[in-house]
Nanobody, 116 residues
Framework: QVQLAESGGGLVEPGGSLRLSCSVS????????LAWYRQVPGKERELVAA???????RYLESVKGRFIISTGKARDRVYLQMNSLKPEDTAVYYC??????????WGQGTQVTVSP
């Protein structure tokens, strides 16, 4: 059974920072891609940041220079450091693990709210 457990969401003022964490466990779970997605009501889930085994990272254009994705050495944890947060970053953030960016496993989601 694959389990992804997120933590670290919350309420922060614009310009503030948050760090999301996700632990990945289970048998036969692929961690080739570890990623963070986000979703707001009425919109599709979007890829925020991804780490691919081998050291490749990919970011949503609007978060480049502000967010940093990193992983534990064993790729059993993935983190998202979010700096200079903006109200438009408000969303439910989901941790993802899979062989590619689709068809993998999801966490339960953690709410991030950026508001004065």
């Amino acid at each position: 059974q694959v389990q992804l457990a997120e933590s670290g969401g919350g309420l922060v003022e614009p310009g503030g920072s948050l760090r999301l964490s996700c632990s990945v466990s289970g048998t036969r779970v692929s961690t080739n891609v570890l990623a963070w997605y986000r979703q707001v009501p009425g919109k599709e889930r979007e890829l925020v940041a991804a780490s691919v085994g081998g050291g490749i990272t990919r970011y949503l254009e609007s978060v480049k220079g502000r967010f940093i994705i990193s992983t534990g050495k064993a790729r059993d944890r993935v983190y998202l450091q979010m700096n200079s947060l903006k109200p438009e970053d408000t969303a439910v953030y989901y941790c993802y693990s899979g062989f590619s960016t689709s068809g993998g496993h999801w966490g339960q989601g953690t709410q991030v709210t950026v508001s004065p």
